[in-house]
């Protein structure tokens, strides 16, 4: 991965943690280059990806992984350029939040 590559990952990290803070769920980077964004989320891992090639099985794959690690639910946060953020998760995680909505 290139510096920009790089640069674009954190500004989206940056642009995720500023609109969850927003919504009322203090976010930010750990600040490490293969850190993870922290935030209170309970019980999700966040996998942040702004790319312009949708990849979202791999960034699935990858959010599993790292997501098992802490015992979280996987979530891949992601956009391309000039689009709005998306949130991708399994259906069943989907179910679980609504259930504890409600």
């Given at each position: 991965m290139g510096a920009m590559e790089r640069r674009k990952g954190t500004r989206g990290e940056l642009e995720v943690a500023a609109?969850?803070?927003e919504a009322g769920f203090p976010a930010r980077r750990d600040g490490r280059l293969t850190g993870d964004l922290l935030h209170n989320l309970p019980g999700?891992?966040?996998?942040?990806?702004w790319q312009e090639r949708?990849?979202?099985l791999e960034w699935?794959?990858?959010?599993?992984?790292d997501a098992?690690?802490?015992?979280?639910t996987p979530a891949v946060v992601w956009r391309k350029s000039r689009m709005?953020?998306?949130?991708?998760l399994g259906l069943d995680a989907f179910l679980e939040i609504m259930k504890q909505a409600q």
């Open positions: 609109v969850l803070t999700l891992h966040l996998e942040v990806k949708i990849q979202i699935i794959r990858q959010a599993e992984t098992a690690k802490q015992k979280r709005p953020w998306q949130i991708t």
